[in-house]
């Protein structure tokens, strides 16, 4: 399926170009938590400011989404066409699925009531439905919770649904805001680094929380030259397949995530040695970063180009598969990766080295790996068509 | 008059029973069954990384005991007995009497 | 095309596809009214799930620390399964789309109240693992080491029909051969006040499915899975025909019956008039099992049993002041098509078609 119009925002950048200034900069835009009062000192990377016309008060998800999105639908030129197609929408989120809102909560468990503001902004923000309405798609919505790897299997759906013929056109990723309900999580689970995060590096802590949102616009061939657009990016494979091991931690083999990566490349049709580099989920924890650094080595060898944007990012929960697909396009269209930002001691456990620098790009596939809490695995392969 | 070290230690491993139990929905298993020198990870008890991180966060809430070095960690949760040992030696209602 | 293959249910009279036959066949009963621990000793009657009565529970002990929205999955991901009888079935070929519409709610509620009494820096882990969305998925997955693809879906209204459409296209593609497909919603204390403050609760504890407006609601909770695939055909259960949503569905037959979603969970559900023929009759069972936004999932396994087991049963609660034609005999019928239906808050449709193996 062709890939026409991009779009992030993160603590890299408000939008693409904004972030590989950052890539090439290796600015680290990370700081203490700044949107809520919290006693925990972690470091995070917070979005600096949501522009004034995607901001919805005390909907921070969905703004993101909205910026990521309307950028996505510029670079594809549809914003005028929307109406003349079916145009799915399937975005992933965690923090936007869930009723959490503190202020609310504790009023009813003081007083018995609470005011619904909150409720009736949690029923109407069902993420995907709400970027749908929004944008007056009329095809299929979804909003998928599959934890760290919900914006790469979101991508996954959109594929199956245009495969399928179920729409014309699909917008995919994901979308996480940064969360008190999270950042307490995962710090209590002893994950979370006091310091800025390095993945694959021997002497790595724990991940950093983040936020954004990652967005592709996805088309049939037929939907684009109706359109009359034409693309060098395609989405080629899909993988996903679980641990079925345990509800934190991922299984020491790395059996699943081998499964998913061969599944994608299957269904692209490529051999591993094929693949240019692949943008890890690479969160900087000592077991995420053993099992998938194993298994990359083991599908890729241990020369593959690999590297983890998270150290710009953070870890943005749902949409960190939706960033890092975004990155991984962009990486085949610029025709380079940045540095693997956090990394500089090789861990002798772990087969593959991420790039130490921003590195040339030379090939036409390129993957999007991720991992997540519960023990679900997902890949995406993209290709780029040289001219 | 002070309670004695062991008498301490007896009150200590039986909280820490009662608490894994609960805290840990060991279902199936009473308090009073677990011995003091049972292996808690692994063989033993069984009790897996999850379970770990929320004895961390037992011993912070209950004991205001903070563990953030995992090898020292694996020595202190290796059985109820170094458990509560652990407690005993770092709460402040066992600083020695005049 | 796929056939249901197996049924997983389990609800407030109990589990498996016998029990919930036999409340299609006994027809309405009162919800229950004890104080719950999720209902903070609060006495509220609802069709609650009370888990330790159901049988089959060696499989819990795989999963100690869980809470009861993965309990209620995995015990009916697990019927599902058996109720099949497939013999080595490949599971890394087998999938799982779990759909949920408000997801671990009453755990994430017990998490900000970790919050709340001890502070953000001693909350507990595990809470916080059973409060991520796609633990329900997670403990079925590893309960019964199902490797193929894992997916969470939610979507309030339509969650379980867009999860079955999905099934769907993974089998046309080939990732799956078999997927349970499921879904799983929770009661709770919160819940209940939230429906409460927007919805109207029965005020005899009836609900009452054909009165469209004004409707009462009766909280439910419960899990439906439902194993789907392209072969074994001999052994089905029916056909799932076609999923339709969001747009008007093409329906080249009209169905043998029509069951309706109607539960209260709308304030007003006027739209189901649009698509009720005078001369189809309807069936809407959510009095047996109460007020959910997955509801949709047990009233498929309701038409799933009328196909297979080639009878109709009898609606639980039949007052009927608009005169709709009610299927309201029970007993053997010849039926083809059975059409699920559901309307959302915008009015917008989704229909599964059943059909007769």
């Given at each position: 399926?062709?890939?026409?119009?991009?779009?992030?925002?993160s603590?890299?950048?408000i939008?693409?170009?904004?972030?590989?200034?950052?890539?090439?900069?290796?600015k680290?835009?990370a700081?203490p938590v700044?949107?809520?009062?919290?006693?925990?000192?972690?470091p995070?990377?917070?979005v600096?400011?949501i522009?004034?016309r995607?901001y919805?008060?005390?909907?921070?998800?969905?703004?993101?989404?909205?910026c990521?999105?309307?950028?996505?639908?510029e670079?594809?030129?549809?914003k005028?066409e929307?109406s003349?197609f079916?145009v799915?929408?399937?975005?992933?989120?965690?923090?936007?699925?869930?009723l959490?809102?503190?202020e609310?909560y504790k009023?009813y468990?003081?007083?018995?009531?609470a005011s619904?503001?909150?409720?009736?902004?949690y029923?109407?923000?069902?993420l995907?439905?709400?970027?749908?309405?929004?944008i007056?798609?009329t095809?299929?919505?979804?909003?998928?919770?599959?934890?760290?790897?919900?914006?790469t299997d979101?991508?996954?759906?959109a594929?199956s649904w245009?495969?399928?013929?179920?729409?014309d056109?699909a917008?995919?990723?994901?979308a996480?805001?940064?969360?008190?309900?999270?950042l307490?999580?995962?710090?209590?689970l002893g994950?979370v680094?006091?310091d800025?995060?390095?993945?694959?590096?021997?002497?790595?802590k724990?991940?950093?929380?983040g936020?954004?949102?990652?967005v592709?616009?996805?088309?049939?061939k037929?939907s684009?030259?109706?359109?009359?657009?034409?693309?060098?990016?395609?989405?080629v494979?899909?993988?996903?397949a679980?641990?079925a091991?345990?509800?934190?931690?991922?299984r020491?083999?790395?059996?699943g995530?081998e499964?998913?990566?061969n599944?994608a490349?299957?269904?692209?049709?490529?051999?591993?040695?094929?693949v240019?580099f692949?943008?890890?989920?690479?969160?900087?924890?000592?077991?995420?970063?053993?099992v998938e650094?194993?298994?990359?080595?083991?599908?890729?060898?241990?020369?593959?180009?690999?590297?983890?944007?998270k150290?710009?990012?953070?870890h943005?929960?749902?949409a960190?598969?939706g960033?890092?697909a975004?990155?991984?396009?962009?990486?085949?269209?610029?025709?380079?990766?940045p540095?693997?930002i956090?990394?500089?001691?090789k861990d002798?456990t772990?087969?593959?080295?991420?790039?130490r620098k921003?590195?040339?790009?030379n090939?036409h596939?390129?993957?999007s790996?991720s991992?997540?809490?519960g023990?679900n695995?997902?890949?995406?392969?993209f290709?780029?068509d040289?001219r | 008059m002070?309670?004695s070290?062991?008498e301490e230690?007896?009150k200590?491993?039986?909280?820490?029973?009662?608490r894994l139990v609960?805290?840990?929905?060991l279902?199936d298993i009473?308090?009073i069954?677990i011995?003091?020198?049972?292996?808690l990870?692994g063989?033993g008890?069984?009790?897996?990384?999850?379970d770990?991180v929320?004895?961390?966060v037992?011993l912070?809430?209950?004991?205001?005991?903070?563990?953030?070095?995992?090898e020292?960690?694996r020595?202190i949760?290796?059985?109820i007995?170094?458990l509560?040992n652990?407690i005993?030696?770092?709460?402040?209602?066992?600083?020695p009497g005049? | 095309?796929?056939?249901v293959?197996?049924?997983?249910?389990?609800f407030?009279?109990?589990s498996?596809?016998?029990?919930?036959?036999?409340a299609?066949?006994?027809?309405w009963?009162?919800?229950?009214g004890e104080?719950?621990?999720n209902l903070?000793?609060?006495?509220s009657p609802?069709?609650q799930v009370v888990l330790e009565?159901?049988?089959?529970?060696?499989?819990l002990k795989k999963?100690r620390?869980?809470?009861?929205?993965?309990?209620?999955?995995?015990?009916?991901?697990s019927d599902?399964?058996?109720?099949?009888?497939i013999?080595?079935?490949?599971?890394?070929?087998?999938?799982?789309?779990?759909?949920t519409a408000?997801?671990?709610?009453?755990?994430t509620?017990?998490?900000?109240?970790e919050?709340?009494?001890?502070?953000?820096?001693?909350v507990?882990?595990?809470?916080?693992?059973n409060?991520?969305?796609?633990?329900?998925?997670?403990?079925?997955s590893?309960?019964?080491d199902?490797?193929?693809?894992?997916?969470?879906v939610?979507?309030?209204?339509?969650?379980?029909q867009?999860a079955?459409q999905?099934a769907?296209a993974?089998?046309?593609e080939?990732?799956?051969?078999?997927?349970?497909?499921g879904?799983?919603d929770?009661y709770g204390d919160?819940?209940k006040y939230?429906h409460?403050?927007?919805l109207?609760?029965?005020?005899?504890?009836?609900?009452?499915p054909?009165?469209f407006n004004?409707?009462?609601?009766v909280?439910?909770e419960?899990?439906?899975?439902?194993?789907v695939?392209?072969?074994?055909?001999?052994?089905a259960f029916?056909k799932?025909e076609?999923?339709?949503i969001?747009e008007?569905?093409e329906?080249?037959?009209?169905?043998?019956?029509d069951?309706?979603?109607t539960?209260?969970?709308?304030?007003?559900?006027?739209?189901?008039?649009s698509?009720i023929?005078?001369d189809?009759?309807v069936?809407a069972?959510?009095?047996?099992f109460?007020s959910m936004?997955v509801?949709?999932a047990?009233?498929?396994?309701?038409?799933?049993?009328?196909?297979?087991?080639?009878?109709?049963y009898a609606n639980?609660v039949?007052?009927?002041?608009?005169g709709?034609?009610?299927?309201?005999?029970a007993g053997?019928?010849?039926?083809e098509?059975v059409?699920?239906?559901?309307?959302?808050?915008q009015?917008?449709?989704?229909a599964?078609?059943?059909k007769k193996?």
């Amino acid at each position: 399926m062709l890939i026409t119009g991009l779009g992030v925002i993160s603590a890299a950048g408000i939008n693409l170009a904004e972030t590989l200034v950052s890539f090439e900069g290796r600015k680290r835009n990370a700081g203490p938590v700044s949107l809520f009062e919290t006693p925990l000192r972690y470091p995070v990377f917070e979005v600096r400011e949501i522009p004034r016309r995607f901001y919805l008060e005390g909907q921070r998800t969905l703004s993101l989404a909205l910026c990521a999105v309307d950028e996505a639908l510029e670079g594809a030129h549809l914003k005028d066409e929307l109406s003349n197609f079916r145009v799915g929408v399937c975005m992933g989120t965690t923090v936007a699925s869930q009723l959490n809102d503190i202020e609310f909560y504790k009023s009813y468990r003081t007083t018995g009531t609470a005011s619904m503001v909150a409720v009736d902004r949690y029923v109407k923000g069902n993420l995907a439905q709400f970027v749908s309405r929004k944008i007056r798609a009329t095809g299929p919505s979804l909003t998928v919770v599959n934890a760290c790897s919900s914006g790469t299997d979101a991508i996954g759906v959109a594929f199956s649904w245009l495969n399928n013929g179920l729409c014309d056109i699909a917008i995919a990723g994901g979308a996480d805001e940064l969360n008190r309900i999270p950042l307490c999580g995962f710090g209590s689970l002893g994950i979370v680094s006091s310091d800025l995060c390095k993945p694959f590096d021997r002497g790595r802590k724990g991940l950093n929380l983040g936020e954004g949102a990652g967005v592709l616009v996805i088309e049939t061939k037929d939907s684009a030259q109706k359109r009359r657009r034409t693309s060098d990016f395609y989405l080629v494979g899909y993988g996903s397949a679980s641990d079925a091991y345990h509800l934190t931690a991922p299984r020491p083999d790395g059996a699943g995530l081998e499964s998913s990566i061969n599944k994608a490349l299957t269904e692209s049709g490529i051999k591993p040695h094929e693949v240019s580099f692949v943008n890890a989920h690479g969160t900087g924890t000592l077991e995420n970063d053993l099992v998938e650094g194993m298994v990359l080595g083991k599908v890729f060898g241990a020369d593959l180009k690999v590297l983890s944007t998270k150290g710009f990012t953070g870890h943005a929960l749902g949409a960190a598969g939706g960033l890092e697909a975004v990155f991984t396009v962009a990486g085949l269209r610029e025709g380079w990766i940045p540095v693997s930002i956090g990394f500089e001691h090789k861990d002798e456990t772990i087969p593959v080295v991420p790039v130490r620098k921003r590195t040339y790009i030379n090939g036409h596939h390129a993957v999007s790996t991720s991992l997540a809490f519960g023990g679900n695995n997902a890949a995406l392969v993209f290709r780029r068509d040289l001219r | 008059m002070q309670k004695s070290k062991s008498e301490e230690l007896i009150k200590i491993k039986r909280d820490l029973k009662e608490r894994l139990v609960r805290e840990l929905s060991l279902e199936d298993i009473k308090p009073i069954d677990i011995k003091d020198d049972e292996i808690l990870f692994g063989e033993g008890l069984g009790l897996d990384s999850l379970d770990a991180v929320e004895i961390v966060v037992l011993l912070q809430r209950n004991y205001s005991l903070e563990v953030k070095d995992i090898e020292k960690g694996r020595e202190i949760f290796y059985s109820i007995d170094t458990l509560a040992n652990y407690i005993y030696e770092n709460t402040k209602s066992n600083t020695p009497g005049p | 095309m796929m056939n249901v293959l197996g049924i997983g249910i389990l609800f407030t009279r109990g589990s498996g596809v016998a029990c919930f036959e036999k409340a299609l066949n006994d027809g309405w009963q009162e919800p229950a009214g004890e104080a719950d621990a999720n209902l903070k000793d609060k006495i509220s009657p609802a069709y609650q799930v009370v888990l330790e009565t159901v049988t089959g529970r060696a499989l819990l002990k795989k999963m100690r620390r869980s809470d009861k929205l993965s309990k209620m999955a995995v015990l009916a991901a697990s019927d599902a399964l058996r109720s099949s009888a497939i013999e080595n079935m490949n599971k890394k070929r087998l999938g799982i789309i779990v759909a949920t519409a408000f997801g671990p709610q009453v755990t994430t509620f017990k998490f900000l109240d970790e919050i709340l009494d001890y502070g953000e820096a001693n909350v507990s882990p595990i809470i916080f693992s059973n409060s991520v969305h796609n633990a329900p998925a997670a403990y079925v997955s590893s309960a019964l080491d199902i490797q193929g693809p894992t997916l969470t879906v939610t979507q309030f209204y339509f969650s379980f029909q867009y999860a079955l459409q999905l099934a769907q296209a993974w089998i046309n593609e080939g990732r799956c051969d078999y997927i349970l497909v499921g879904a799983v919603d929770q009661y709770g204390d919160v819940l209940k006040y939230v429906h409460d403050c927007k919805l109207t609760p029965a005020p005899d504890n009836r609900i009452r499915p054909f009165n469209f407006n004004p409707t009462y609601h009766v909280p439910g909770e419960g899990a439906v899975f439902i194993l789907v695939g392209k072969g074994n055909s001999k052994n089905a259960f029916c056909k799932v025909e076609n999923v339709w949503i969001g747009e008007h569905p093409e329906c080249k037959a009209p169905a043998d019956i029509d069951i309706i979603d109607t539960d209260g969970m709308l304030a007003d559900e006027s739209a189901y008039f649009s698509s009720i023929s005078p001369d189809i009759p309807v069936a809407a069972y959510s009095p047996l099992f109460g007020s959910m936004m997955v509801g949709s999932a047990f009233n498929c396994a309701a038409g799933v049993l009328m196909l297979k087991n080639q009878v109709c049963y009898a609606n639980p609660v039949r007052d009927n002041p608009h005169g709709i034609k009610l299927l309201n005999n029970a007993g053997s019928i010849n039926i083809e098509l059975v059409r699920c239906i559901r309307y959302n808050c915008q009015g917008e449709k989704a229909a599964i078609y059943l059909k007769k193996k």
